[in-house]
């Protein structure tokens, strides 16, 4: 009769001898919502009246623009701007409707050094990513000018993309993509303003042309507004050649299915 191994299995000892510090942690540290900040069972989520709040952008939607329908039109339709318009990118997906619950937890990751926010919100942009995030070759943040870095201290499009990166196991590429010069905030400016404001902000650092060259990219954001700074980020990226490039934030603003 062969011997019996009584050990415990090594992760389940780690989390026997981590418990205590976690319930200390949760003593101290109260687990709450993460929008509005009121108690809850377990960190990293929302209380319901938060959670009831949350748009999500689902299907039925326009496969390049990601805009919901209010209606099911079959597969592969395209709304009217994606048709009149057509993007530089290939294609954009959000997870949520900027309102509500979803800004307050954009606003806590973007102005309130909430970076504690990023997992969850990553796992649900992976979530959205339509299986995009796992076709892709690489992950790119766009990225903030150094010296609003200083002052920011980090950049939240590159926090979401590296969890991203952790939960997916892609590549990530936080310094191939620069901005090259200082734009004013795009809050309050029309979209005409925020194309102006943008246009040549972005560049490709060099030595890194091999990071985008023929490779399908996901393009990541916190926000997509009016698409004035991905426009002019996705068009640095295809003119270095990137063969497909998905624009995927967290948040979209909108107002009602189309």
């Known amino acids: ?22 319930v200390l ?12 900040g009121v108690m809850t069972a377990d960190h990293r989520g929302l209380c319901p009246k938060c959670w009831s709040g949350v748009r999500f952008i689902e299907r039925p939607y326009c496969e390049v623009l990601g805009l919901p329908f209010s209606h099911d039109l079959g597969s592969g339709i395209l709304c009217a701007e ?69 002052s920011r201290k980090f950049n939240q499009a590159a926090e979401l993309a590296r969890h991203i990166a952790y939960l997916s196991g892609k590549p990530l590429f936080p310094a191939t993509l620069l901005r ?39 393009l990541v954001d916190d926000v997509y507004t009016t698409g004035a700074t991905v426009g002019a980020a996705c068009r640095v990226l295809r003119k270095a050649g990137a063969a497909d490039i998905t624009v995927l934030t967290f948040a979209r603003a909108l107002s009602e299915p189309i």
């Open 1 to 22: 009769m062969g011997l019996i191994n009584f050990e415990r299995p090594r992760a389940v000892r780690w989390t026997h001898f981590l418990r205590p510090f976690s």
């Open 180 to 218: 090259v010069k200082r734009t004013t905030q795009q809050v309050g400016l029309g979209a005409k303003a925020r194309e102006d404001n943008v246009r040549g902000a972005f560049g490709i650092a060099k030595g890194r042309e091999n990071d985008v060259f023929g490779k399908r990219i996901v």
């Open 82 to 150: 994606a048709i009149a318009n057509p993007p530089v990118f290939d294609r954009l997906r959000s997870v949520a409707t900027h309102d509500h619950a979803v800004r307050d937890l954009v606003h806590g990751l973007k102005y309130r050094d909430r970076t504690d926010l990023a997992p969850m919100m990553a796992g649900w942009m992976l979530r959205a990513s339509d299986g995009m995030v796992e076709a892709c070759d690489a992950l790119v943040p766009v990225p903030l000018h150094r010296g609003r870095m200083l």
């Open 25 to 36: 942690a949760d003593l101290l540290y109260p687990p709450a919502c993460a929008a509005c």
